[in-house]
């Protein structure tokens, strides 16, 4: 898998994770005698992508550096069911408190890559880009998106700032595509995208026109999206989304589109099955 960039709210997203949990103390772990050292192994109870180590680890460190850990799979590798892929040795307390934390967020991003890499996999003959949304658990969005990468998929936008995406209501209000984007070029605005939604294939050409480079085709049938690549004849970029799953997944990439986007793989999030057993050192 490539080399990606870890996301810069790692550590305070960690932190707040902690915080959350842990609050002033741990009361229950707090009741062990102090200074007992364990090791405890952390099994996968599914077939899964595994994701999520960096936050795991950032757990530990933050709330015990001398806790250390053996990791006997990699980002994005295949696991399976009963496998063993990680190994913690700490203070047994220190496992104890963060132990619900790290599997949060091992079995949530590994969640998002699983279900990300079975899109990818369903597409990959077609050469067509899965895309994430917005679509995320608020708070664990660059986690997620993070996930989507491991899992095979691209990421569309972060989020408003950094893309522009001239959706239904925009149209509404302004009462013209080619007025938003025209705007952005009196204001000097640049970004990396800049796409417009359509709902009717009768919108396309004005769609092209106004400047955009990207044509999201929303709940389109299968049928209009092949007629939408054959009329825009590579003139722009052109991404499907609305209502995708994995039984239509297929037929809207032969269409020939770029881009295939999806809330599926970060909303209709199914954890992953962690435990973490626990041993006495000698």
């Known amino acids: 898998m490539q080399n990606l ?7 305070k997203l960690v ?25 405890a192994s952390v099994l996968v109870r599914e077939s899964a992508i595994l994701c999520g180590s960096p936050w795991f680890n950032e ?14 799979a990699e980002e994005g590798d295949k696991i399976s069911p009963g496998q063993t892929v990680c190994k913690l040795i700490g203070a ?6 963060g ?35 917005r679509k995320t658990i608020p708070g664990l969005r660059t986690a997620q998106k993070y996930a989507v990468c491991v899992g095979g998929g691209t990421n569309h936008r972060m989020g408003l700032y950094d893309g522009v ?3 239904e209501n925009h149209q509404y209000i302004s009462q013209s595509m080619k007025s938003i984007v025209d705007q952005m070029g009196r204001r000097h605005i640049k970004v ?17 026109a106004s400047g955009a480079s990207r044509v999201m085709l929303d709940n389109f049938s299968v049928s209009d999206i092949e007629a939408a690549v054959r009329q825009n004849n590579g003139r722009v970029e052109l991404e499907a989304s609305g209502n995708v799953d994995l039984g239509s997944i297929q037929a809207i990439a032969a269409t020939g589109v770029n881009f295939i986007s999806t809330g599926a793989i970060t909303k209709h999030l199914q954890a992953i099955d962690y435990s973490m057993l626990f041993n006495l050192e000698d």
């Open 5 to 11: 960039r870890l996301p810069d709210d790692l550590s």
């Open 15 to 39: 932190e707040t994770a902690l915080r959350e949990d842990i609050g002033q103390g741990d009361i229950t772990a707090s009741l062990i005698e102090p200074g007992i050292q364990a090791s």
């Open 59 to 72: 757990v530990f460190n933050q709330l015990d550096n001398s806790v250390k850990l053996e990791w006997f």
């Open 92 to 97: 047994a307390t220190s496992l104890l408190s």
């Open 99 to 133: 132990e619900r934390t790290a599997l949060n967020f091992l079995q949530t991003l590994s969640g998002t890559a699983t279900a990300t890499r079975k899109f990818s996999e369903a597409v990959a003959e077609f050469g067509v880009h899965i895309l994430d949304t």
């Open 165 to 167: 995406l001239i959706k």
């Open 192 to 208: 990396n995208l800049v796409e417009v939604e359509i709902e009717k294939l009768d919108e396309l050409e004005s769609a092209i």
